[in-house]
C-alpha cells in the first residue's frame, strides 16, 4: 500500500541552523508510529514539516501520494488531524464547541456546519468517552479531561493520519495511560494512522509497535521498541544508564508490562 | 436559596448561559425588531417632538409606500434630513464598532481588545485635531478636512503599527502587535497632547471628536461612511470562520485549514477600514465595540458566526439608544452616556457571570 505520509530526504533549516538533516519516513495507511529523541532532535519541526507549516529548504513531503507544496491549507487539513497543544481559551467556550471546531476544513464556508458536521461532533465525543463533559467551559477542566477534548476535536476532523506533539506531557499517569489507549483504540478500530512525538520511552516501547529515534536532525533507529531502544542506543542518544529506564518501570507496580529495559536485553 | 439562587447555579454548569439558548436567527429578528422600534423613537423625540403615528408615517411615505400626508413639512424636513441621516448614522457606527472590536477580540485571542487598540484612535484623534488647528475650510460632499484626516490618521497609524510589531514568525500570537499598538498610540497621544495645548479656543471641537457623537451627521456623510462600515462588517462576518479557527491558537488554526497570515492581515485591513469610517463620522465613540461583543458572547457563546450579526444589531440598538439619551439630555457627548450607563451595567453583568466569565 503507498504511504500515508511520506518524508523523503527532507532538510529544514531555521535560518543557518540545520534542525532536520535528510530524514527519510514513510508511514503506512493505518500504522502507529512514535517520534522519540532528546529536545531539539527536530521531532516537532518534522511534525510541522508534515503539515506544511514549515517549508524544508530540501526534499521532497506527500500526504496521500500528493506534494504537501501543493496543496491548499484546507485539503491538508482534510489528509491530516492535529492535536492542538493546549492553548488558553480567549472566552467561555463549551467543550462541544471546542470539539466542533475540528470540522472547520469539512464545513461549507457559507452555510456553516451542516447536519453531516453535527453528527461528526456527536460521534467524536462518542468515541473519545467525553459525553458527561459536553456542556463544561473547557477552560475550567483538568489537563487530563482538556487533552481528551482535543483529541476529541481531531477525531471530528476525521483525517486519516492523526499527528500528536507530546500528548501526555503534564498529565498524571492515568490521563497518560487512557490517552495511549484511546489512540491504541482510534488506531485498531477506525483504522486511522497516528503520529505521535513522545517523550516517554516506556509509554511509547509499551503502546506502540514502531519507534523512529531522532537524534541531532537524524534518523538514527527506526523499528519495533526492543531494537530502537537497544541499551547502548540509549546512552549513546540520551547520554544516561539505560538502567534508569528499566529501573522506572519496575517500580511502578500497577504497570508491570512497562518493563522496557527487560525486553530489550 | 431562593429560586433564582438554583437557576443560576444550574446555568454555570453549562458556561453561564442557558443550556438550550435560543436559536441566533431568533435571536436576530427579535434584535432587528428592537431596533426599528428604538429608529421610531428616536426619530420621534427630540427638542421639536413629532407624534409616534406621524413619524412612522413619513418614514414609510420615505419608503415609498402610500400613506396619506398628515404632518407639517417641518415635521417632515426634521424628521428626514436632521433625525434620520442621525439614526443612521448611529446604526453604522454602532453596528460597525461592534463588528469591528469582535474582529479585534478574536484576531489579538485578547478579550480586552477593542477596535482602537492598534493605534486606530489614536491616529485619528491627531489626524482630526490637526485638522481642527489649520485654518483652512475645504468642504467636498460634505466631508471637511476633519473626516478627512481622522479617516486617513486612523488607517495610517494601524498600518505603521503592524508594519512595526508583525515580526515573530507566522505564527506568533499578536502580542507583539498589541505592545506596537500600545507604543505607537501614546507617542500620537503626545502629538494630540500638542496640538490641544496649541489649539486655544478650538479646544472645544477637538473635545467633541474625542467623546464623539452623531450631531455632524448629513445624509452625504453617511453615503460616504455607510458603504465602508457595511461592506467591511459583510466582508469579517464572511471570514467568521476564521475567528473560530484562532481560538484555540494560531498554530491550530493553521492545521484546521486556515491560512493564517493572509486571513490575519485581510481581517486586520478590513477591521480597521470599518473602524477607520466610523470614527471619522462620529468621533472616539467608546465602549460599544468592547462591550457588545462581550454581551452577546454570554447569550450564544464564542461562534463568530453568530456572535459577529448579533453584535452589529445589539452595538446599533446600544448607539440609537445612547444618542438618544445624549440628544435628551441637552447634546452631551454620546461617549459621557456609553460610559455611564454601559460600564456600571457590563461590570454587574460580570459579576454575576464571574464563576464561568471571567476576562
Not at chain 2, 423625540?45 to 400613506?67: E, N, Y
Not at chain 2, 400626508?69 to 428626514?80: D, G, H, K, M, Y
Amino acid at each position: 500500500m503507498p504511504p500515508i505520509a511520506e518524508l523523503a530526504g527532507v532538510t529544514v533549516a531555521y535560518r543557518e541552523r540545520l534542525v532536520v538533516r535528510g530524514v527519510d519516513l514513510a508511514i503506512a495507511p493505518g500504522e502507529l508510529v512514535a517520534l522519540v529523541g532528546p529536545n531539539g532532535a527536530g521531532k516537532s519541526t518534522l511534525l510541522r514539516v508534515l503539515a506544511g507549516l514549515v517549508v524544508p529548504r530540501d526534499g521532497l513531503v506527500t500526504l496521500g501520494g500528493d506534494p504537501v507544496a501543493g496543496l491548499s491549507r484546507a485539503a491538508i487539513a482534510r489528509r491530516l488531524a492535529a492535536v492542538p497543544g493546549q492553548a488558553a481559551l480567549p472566552f467561555a467556550t463549551r467543550v462541544e464547541e471546542v470539539v466542533a471546531l475540528g470540522r472547520l476544513p469539512h464545513e461549507d464556508p457559507f452555510r456553516g456546519p451542516g447536519p453531516a458536521d453535527h453528527a461528526a461532533v456527536d460521534a467524536a465525543i462518542e468515541r473519545v468517552g467525553i459525553g458527561s463533559l459536553r456542556g463544561r467551559d473547557a477552560r475550567e477542566l483538568s489537563l487530563g479531561e482538556r487533552q481528551l477534548v482535543l483529541i476529541a476535536l481531531a477525531v471530528a476532523q476525521a483525517a486519516p493520519l492523526l499527528v500528536l506533539d507530546e500528548p501526555t506531557v503534564h498529565l498524571d499517569l492515568r490521563h497518560q495511560v487512557a490517552v495511549m489507549e484511546l489512540l491504541v483504540d482510534l488506531n485498531r478500530r477506525d483504522g486511522v494512522a497516528v503520529l505521535a512525538v513522545l517523550h516517554d520511552l516506556a509509554l511509547a516501547a509499551h503502546f506502540f509497535p514502531r519507534l523512529v529515534l531522532l537524534d541531532g536532525g537524524r534518523v538514527v533507529a527506526d523499528g519495533p521498541p526492543a531494537r530502537v531502544l537497544a541499551p547502548e542506543r540509549i546512552r549513546a542518544t540520551f547520554g544516561v544508564d539505560p538502567a534508569i529506564l528499566a529501573g522506572l518501570a519496575a517500580i511502578d507496580p500497577g504497570a508491570p508490562e512497562l518493563t522496557v529495559g527487560t525486553r530489550g536485553r | 436559596m431562593s429560586i433564582g439562587g438554583r437557576s443560576l447555579a444550574l446555568a454555570r454548569a453549562h458556561v453561564g448561559r442557558p443550556a438550550r439558548a435560543p436559536g441566533a436567527a431568533v435571536l436576530a429578528l427579535a434584535g432587528l425588531g428592537v431596533l426599528a422600534l428604538a429608529v421610531v423613537i428616536a426619530v420621534a423625540a427630540g427638542s421639536v417632538a413629532v407624534a409616534p403615528g406621524d413619524t412612522l408615517g413619513i418614514l414609510l411615505r420615505a419608503l415609498g409606500l402610500p400613506v396619506d400626508r398628515s404632518w407639517s413639512p417641518a415635521a417632515e424636513t426634521i424628521v428626514l434630513e436632521l433625525r434620520l441621516p442621525r439614526v443612521l448614522t448611529a446604526i453604522m457606527v454602532g453596528g460597525g464598532l461592534a463588528v469591528a472590536g469582535a474582529a479585534f477580540q478574536g484576531l489579538l485571542r485578547n478579550p480586552l481588545a477593542d477596535p482602537y487598540v492598534l493605534g486606530t484612535a489614536s491616529g485619528a484623534a491627531l489626524g482630526a485635531a490637526v485638522a481642527v488647528l489649520i485654518p483652512f475650510r475645504a468642504v467636498f460632499l460634505d466631508l471637511g478636512l476633519l473626516h478627512v484626516l481622522s479617516f486617513a490618521g486612523a488607517l495610517a497609524a494601524v498600518a505603521v503599527v503592524y508594519r512595526l510589531g508583525r515580526g515573530g514568525g507566522p505564527f506568533a500570537p499578536l502580542t507583539g502587535l498589541l505592545l506596537t499598538g500600545y507604543a505607537v498610540g501614546s507617542l500620537l497621544a503626545a502629538g494630540l497632547a500638542m496640538t490641544m495645548f496649541l489649539a486655544g479656543s478650538n479646544l472645544r471641537q477637538i473635545f467633541a471628536f474625542l467623546l464623539g457623537g452623531m450631531e455632524g451627521a448629513s445624509w452625504l456623510r453617511l453615503a460616504f461612511a455607510a458603504p465602508l462600515i457595511a461592506g467591511g462588517s459583510i466582508a469579517i462576518v464572511a471570514r467568521a470562520r476564521v475567528l473560530n479557527g484562532l481560538l484555540l491558537g494560531e498554530e491550530a488554526a493553521a492545521h484546521l485549514g486556515v491560512d493564517v497570515r493572509r486571513e490575519r492581515a485581510i481581517l486586520l485591513a478590513l477591521a480597521s477600514l470599518v473602524t477607520a469610517a466610523a470614527v471619522a463620522v462620529a468621533g472616539l465613540v467608546g465602549f460599544v465595540g468592547l462591550v457588545a461583543p462581550h454581551l452577546v458572547r454570554l447569550i450564544v457563546g464564542p461562534d463568530a458566526r453568530r456572535v459577529l450579526p448579533l453584535a452589529a444589531i445589539l452595538g446599533a440598538i446600544l448607539l440609537v439608544a445612547a444618542d438618544l439619551g445624549a440628544r435628551l439630555l441637552g447634546e452631551i457627548p454620546v461617549g459621557v452616556v456609553t460610559a455611564v450607563v454601559g460600564a456600571p451595567f457590563f461590570l454587574a453583568l460580570l459579576r454575576g457571570t464571574r464563576s464561568a466569565y471571567e476576562l
